[in-house]
């Protein structure tokens, strides 16, 4: 499994998708455009690409120093996109579904996605750092679950709501954040 995970302090718990798991090729804001583009195209359709981090509908946001508040760099965008079309791809950023939907890439995506209390404030979602927190860390735990029991992708946006249990202005909105395209 090929892994685009730029390193980022709000979005370490992603982690989780991905640790442990067997011949994964872990891609970040190390590696230049072209080991990216390298490694998406010589690896065969059947492998899964999971893209994880910060970013909008024109891609996912790379920087070099994660202390810096701003993102300097698209690290996966529609260039891109060619080679993701012939993947199944899990993409978990603000607003990865509407990039696949754009680019006509297929496989499990979330919208807008709350992991900081700037979002939630900027969305108008009723909330708290610590529940952000701890309610991130069991979407992916949940997620994680879902794809290592081999759930049918098109069943796990439906199976997440289902596993919410706490039903907050938070969960809710997260939750139903997450498509299969």
């Not at 065969?44 to 810096?68: C, N, Q, V, W």
């Not at 709350?114 to 969305?123: L, T």
Request: charged fraction near 25%; proline fraction near 3%.
């Amino acid at each position: 499994m090929i892994v685009i995970h730029p390193t980022d302090c709000t979005t370490t718990e992603l982690k989780g998708l991905y640790a442990g798991q067997n011949d994964v090729v872990l891609l970040n804001e190390q590696s230049s455009d072209k080991e990216i583009c390298h490694a998406l195209h010589h690896s065969p359709a059947s492998e899964t690409i999971m893209i994880l981090g910060h970013g909008y509908d024109g891609g996912l946001f790379s920087r070099l120093d994660d202390k810096l508040p701003m993102f300097d760099r698209i690290i996966v965008g529609h260039k891109h996109a060619y080679y993701l079309r012939h993947h199944r791809v899990i993409g978990i950023w603000c607003f990865a579904y509407d990039y696949a939907v754009k680019e006509n890439i297929h496989g499990l995506f979330s919208g807008m996605f709350i992991s900081e209390i700037e979002e939630a404030e900027e969305w108008n979602v009723e909330t708290t750092a610590d529940e952000i927190k701890r309610e991130f860390v069991k979407f992916v735990e949940r997620l994680r679950l879902l794809l290592d029991e081999e759930t049918p992708w098109h069943e796990i946006p439906e199976r997440l709501r289902q596993m919410d249990d706490v039903k907050s202005p938070l969960t809710l909105f997260n939750y139903s954040s997450i498509y299969y395209y």
